[in-house]
């Protein structure tokens, strides 16, 4: 008898157990790594300051997040998703035909990326050619694709200080080199006749020295090794002006405003993407959504502009605010 | 070739002298084993240590009306940059909830930010000088102090570094744990009896055999790579969710748990197996009632150990996604969560000094709790050994 | 949520066909012993065999149905099955209260189910090998279909570039390199690294534990060594990063030598302290096991007690020592938290440990914690590198256990 009331208490604490797996009203949110840091520093802010459950938030990179945004509505689909690049059409025409159709655009900000160096050196000028020559892996000589046989600034171009390449830049894994990648590099190659296409292979012969996730770290490099450059996102340069200063990239410098008015080639804008129709299921979402837009987080003054993030001009966060607390439902047309 | 007796007796010499270094050399290799483990605690009590020490600062809160919007207003300005946002943001909801605070005021200790924590403990710090000096000027004056952490005891993670705790990272332990133990500890004495007390000596036992002891000397991150394989993206489980994690652990505790149990097993005395089947007991009820009960402080001393040892494990945890950013821990077995050692892998890649010091203190904290496991199981052991 | 409030119904309805199945089964032998039958089996036992043939089958077809639901793919709404389940239920709840006669025997009935239990159980460890084998090799192959296989194994260059591209949702992947080469160049570096702290130190130790140490420094210092093994590796890999690699860093710049911070070196030595206690906790008992004979013959001739360890004992004890030491050299090539943290991530083929390398597990992590989908080459391959890791280590193993039993024959030792 005392057997088969232990059995019984123990297979009904099991299945209570089991059972509390609760309903939903935790935002989810996934996507893409460079929008990560703001997004998580608003979403502990969302739950610490409204009482609401902090929402789960999860780096999945910008493509990996749209596919998992647009696989359809409901339980266990998320409700937003960050992406450092806009929505394409085809990602657009793929949430429609899972049941998707109700997004609303958000673009909070932008990000650039810079080439730093220490500050014991002059600034120099760059183009984006002259980065691509330096860090391909191919590079059109004569009018032939050869390796990249390039080992000092001043061989590129003589106007160039008379320094050896030596590059510090994110792994393949990391949001920055995608965007290297497609800004500097995909952009210079389609303007040189030797590509039919974007070339974005890097030279892994030592010159380019995959430095690791941590930007600091990159930081850190740059001041004990002064010759070389860094490639990092801009807010690593703010902090720390007093060590380093950053090439100018086809005649601009990396200040916010050139960055976010897109004067800098090397920024990109930052997106997220609120799926309408779990906002009856998920009742923090809009709250959530709003917090993010509203100037104490995206503003002049705004928390996410003291970790990094680049503040849109006043009237187009404005206009995008409005765009978000009307909740258009964004069609393909915008994104053509 | 001739050898005299003093030729031979310095051989004997130079022989004997050989032989002491040898034990020197020995005794030594040992001694610097030991001087690693010295080394490396005293590293990280020293790095750790300071994490547990926090600054405060007394300050008047005034509860005005510009506050119930920006909590900044309820501050003296030139307090803002030195005490901690998590403090500031608050205020307006505080005071939504209670309307009647406004207009009031207090005096209480806050959370300093970290770049003056750091200061005072004089680590990096990126404090201009000008703030250096008003904040030694509050020290003087007794306004700022160092206190004992409990933030970090009771909070989560935090992307604003003095307000980074453990907490959530150990309810996401615990839940995995549950879950870990929930399926090892049944499924590894089940196989354990059956392999010593029912299996026939044939071809299929002794593949499982081999199997176990090669399980066990499997890199943890393949099973990581099991997990995210068979249980996320086959079978469905919610991806860094405790199920996940605890059952890819559960996996990899497995055979510890059976070799241990086997051991267990085998050292009750085949008399009181031979006196309970004289009675005319079935195998099981031998098994049951005799043998397992006689084993079970030794099972539970290999589960403990089985169980200290999933507990530190990180590497399958981050591939199937358990590297989660967790403010508040929920108790719940299909959400997200973080574990221990998952939450000081997190903190050693943030940038910030103050995370260093964390990090160093989430070791500390799940060193003692290892440490206190193991001890505990090896307490068990000597409490409840039995000499036959 | 309603798929757990079912689940939730189900367990709460099978519980209590459960207790059912117990009362019924147990009034009813009850009831026909007190009426003067004999019967096989004690009233409990007839109870436990109705309840355990009520829930068996249900629950098993519920799995059953849940595992062919995810294969296959079938549309069988939850519902339905556990609504077949409990129908289940029933029928083996009123089977086998049938069955509850005097010239049934339930105890037998019982063990044999209850031996099924236990040896279904004892398969687990064997589907977990399975579910290892299976899951990385069916995605290394959809690796090896993008990637050639001769190339992954001797290619000397490892750009994954342009897949992260394709990945990121732009490009078409072409030109990735995927050459495992310098990945496992520098898992080689840092095991060696390993190996070269390690099996000195843990085979020294070793000795002197077995030979030369009283009996009381041999109770408290083999748990201090146990010590170093069970602390987490993740806590080793920020020693490694933070204290150990600026330490080696400075050491290398007062020899005029030019370190990387996240140099081989680092990791190398802390895994290798890692690795002591394995080495030094089996090849203690090796040199245990050595029959005394052997000392005492040696002795006998006039050796010094160093020359018996060095001539004598450790030669008997070498293939339990090569076993101890090839079970490091497998756990230090798998070892993961100590490179993520402390190697670098550039693959890197040179024999300069100052210098930062990669190692495969580093790459597995990053490929599987990064920016870029599942489907994507880059990803993929960290499949192909785990099938690679797994066969070294598998092999690895064998053979380590093949040499512990060849000494084990040998010397006639069973505590090995």
């Not at chain 2, 005891?153 to 980074?164: L, M, Q």
């Not at chain 3, 398969?123 to 579910?131: A, V, Y």
Request: glycine content about 8%; overall charge negative.
């Amino acid at each position: 008898m005392n057997r088969i009331l232990k059995t019984t208490v123990l297979a009904a604490a099991v299945m209570s157990v089991a059972g509390v797996a609760q309903a939903r009203d935790q935002i989810r949110i996934v996507g893409s790594s460079t929008v990560y840091p703001f997004a998580s520093y608003v979403t502990e802010e969302f739950g610490a300051t409204t009482g609401n459950p902090t929402p789960v938030i999860e780096s999945t990179g910008s493509g990996g997040g749209l596919r998992l945004f647009c696989n359809g509505v409901g339980e266990g689909t998320p409700d937003i998703t960050n992406a450092s690049r806009r929505m394409k059409v085809v990602e657009f025409e793929r949430c429609a035909e899972n049941g998707v159709t109700d997004i609303t655009e958000a673009k909070i900000g932008s990000d650039g990326i810079v080439m730093g160096q220490s500050n014991t050196n002059d600034v120099v000028a760059l183009t984006r050619e002259d980065i691509f020559k330096a860090v391909a892996a191919m590079v059109p000589v004569d009018g032939e694709l050869v390796e990249n046989p390039y080992t000092n600034w001043s061989e590129i171009d003589s106007s160039l200080p008379d320094r050896e390449i030596s590059i510090y830049g994110p792994p393949t894994t990391s949001g920055t080199r995608d965007a290297f990648e497609e800004l500097v590099m995909e952009s210079a190659s389609e303007e040189m006749d030797a590509y039919e296409e974007g070339y974005t292979d890097i030279r892994s012969d030592g010159v380019y020295i995959d430095a690791g996730e941590n930007d600091n770290l990159i930081v850190q490099r740059l001041s004990e090794d002064t010759g070389a450059f860094g490639i990092f996102g801009y807010s690593f340069l703010e902090e720390n002006l007093n060590t380093l200063n950053a090439a100018t990239i086809d005649g601009v410098a990396p200040e916010a405003e050139a960055i976010s008015s897109g004067d800098y080639p090397v920024a990109r804008s930052l997106w997220f993407y609120v799926k309408n129709q779990h906002a009856d299921d998920v009742p923090p979402l809009y709250d959530y959504v709003d917090m993010f837009m509203s100037d104490m987080m995206i503003g002049d003054d705004g928390y996410l502009r003291d970790i990094g993030l680049i503040v849109l001009p006043e009237d187009e966060r404005e206009e995008w605010r409005q765009a978000v607390a009307d909740r258009t439902t964004m069609s393909a047309d915008v994104l053509k | 070739m001739s050898h005299t007796f003093d030729d031979i007796s310095q051989q004997l010499k130079h022989r004997h002298r050989k032989s002491t270094r040898l034990k020197w050399i020995t005794m030594g290799s040992l001694g610097l084993a030991g001087l690693f483990l010295v080394l490396f605690f005293a590293d990280m009590l020293n790095k750790g240590l300071p994490a547990f020490q926090q600054a405060y600062i007394q300050v008047e809160i005034n509860y005005n009306e510009e506050a119930e919007t920006d909590g900044r207003q309820a501050f003296d300005e030139e307090l803002i940059p030195i005490i901690s946002r998590t403090m500031v943001r608050v205020i307006p909801m505080e005071l939504r909830n209670n309307p009647d605070m406004i207009g009031t005021s207090t005096n209480e200790w806050v959370l300093a930010t970290s770049e003056v924590d750091q200061y005072l403990k004089g680590h990096r710090s990126s404090l201009s000088p000008e703030e250096r000096a008003a904040i030694d000027e509050r020290v003087e004056a007794g306004q700022v102090d160092m206190r004992f952490n409990t933030t970090f005891f009771t909070n989560g993670d935090s992307k604003i570094a003095e307000y980074a705790g453990i907490l959530s990272a150990v309810i996401g332990t615990v839940m995995t744990m549950i879950v870990t133990l929930a399926i090892s500890f049944p499924i590894g004495v089940m196989t354990a009896v059956y392999l010593e007390e029912f299996a026939p000596d044939n071809r299929f036992t002794q593949a499982i055999e081999i199997n176990i002891n090669n399980l066990a000397a499997i890199p943890s991150i393949l099973f990581g790579l099991l997990g995210l394989a068979i249980f996320i993206n086959f079978f469905g489980v919610p991806r860094s969710s405790p199920l996940a994690g605890g059952m890819t652990l559960a996996l990899m505790t497995l055979p510890v748990i059976i070799i241990s149990t086997r051991a267990a097993l085998r050292s009750v005395p085949d008399s009181i197996r031979h006196a309970a089947f004289g009675v005319g007991c079935s195998r099981w009820q031998v098994v049951r009632d005799h043998v397992l009960p006689l084993a079970m402080p030794g099972i539970m001393t290999g589960s403990i150990i089985g169980l200290a040892q999933a507990m530190g494990e990180t590497a399958p945890l981050i591939i199937v996604g358990m590297v989660a950013f967790i403010p508040d821990a929920g108790v719940s077995f299909t959400e997200a969560a973080t574990v221990m050692p998952a939450q000081i892998f997190t903190w050693s890649g943030e940038p910030e000094q103050a995370f260093v010091e964390k990090t160093a203190g989430g070791i500390l904290v799940l060193l003692t709790i290892l440490i206190s496991l193991n001890a505990f199981a090896v307490v068990l052991r000597k409490k409840f050994e039995r000499r036959w | 949520m309603q798929t757990n409030q079912l689940l939730l119904i189900f367990c709460a309805a099978l519980l209590l066909l459960g207790l059912l199945a117990f009362f019924a089964g147990r009034s009813k032998a009850t009831r026909i012993r007190s009426a003067g039958t004999a019967m096989f089996a004690q009233p409990d036992q007839y109870a436990w065999f109705t309840v355990l043939s009520t829930a068996g089958p249900a629950l098993l077809v519920s799995a059953l149905g849940a595992f062919v639901l995810l294969l296959m793919g079938a549309n069988i709404p939850t519902l339905y099955l556990l609504a077949a389940s409990l129908v289940v239920a029933a029928i083996g709840l009123l089977v086998s209260l049938n069955q509850v006669k005097p010239d049934f025997h339930a105890r037998q009935a019982m063990e044999r189910v209850i031996r099924m239990i236990l040896a279904s159980a004892a398969l687990i460890s064997i589907f977990t090998t399975f579910g290892i084998l299976f899951s990385i090799i069916s995605e290394a192959v959809r690796f090896f279909k993008m990637h050639s296989f001769w190339e992954f194994i001797t290619g000397t260059t490892w750009s994954p570039g342009a897949s992260f591209l394709a990945a990121a949702g732009r490009g078409d992947g072409g030109g990735a390199e995927f050459g495992s080469v310098p990945l496992f160049a520098g898992t080689f570096m840092i095991t060696a690294i390993a190996m070269l702290v390690a099996v000195p130190v843990g085979l020294l130790s070793a000795i002197y534990m077995s030979e030369y140490a009283p009996s009381k420094v041999r109770t408290v210092a083999k748990p201090v060594l146990e010590v170093l093994a069970g602390i987490p590796t993740v806590v080793y890999g920020f020693f490694a990063a933070i204290t150990v690699a600026p330490l080696i860093v400075t050491l290398a710049g007062f020899l005029g030598l030019d370190a990387s911070y996240n140099n081989a070196l680092a990791p190398g030595i802390v895994m290798g302290i890692m690795i002591i206690p394995f080495i030094s906790s089996l090849s203690d008992d090796v040199i245990n096991s050595v029959p005394d004979t052997m000392r005492q013959g040696s002795l006998a001739l006039g050796m010094t007690k160093g020359e018996t360890i060095r001539d004598v004992v450790v030669p008997a004890a070498l293939p339990g020592i090569i076993s101890a030491s090839l079970l490091g050299v497998s756990r230090a090539m798998g070892e993961t938290m100590i490179v993520v943290m402390a190697a670098g991530m550039r693959p890197n083929l040179t024999a300069n440990p100052l210098e930062d390398m990669t190692t495969v597990t580093v790459r597995i992590v990053a490929a599987l914690t990064g920016d870029q989908e599942f489907e994507s080459a880059e990803t993929l391959s960290a499949f192909a590198l785990g099938l690679v890791l797994f066969a070294v280590t598998l092999v690895l193993n064998l053979v380590s256990v093949l040499m512990i039993r060849r000494f084990r024959e040998k010397y006639r030792v069973n505590n090995l």
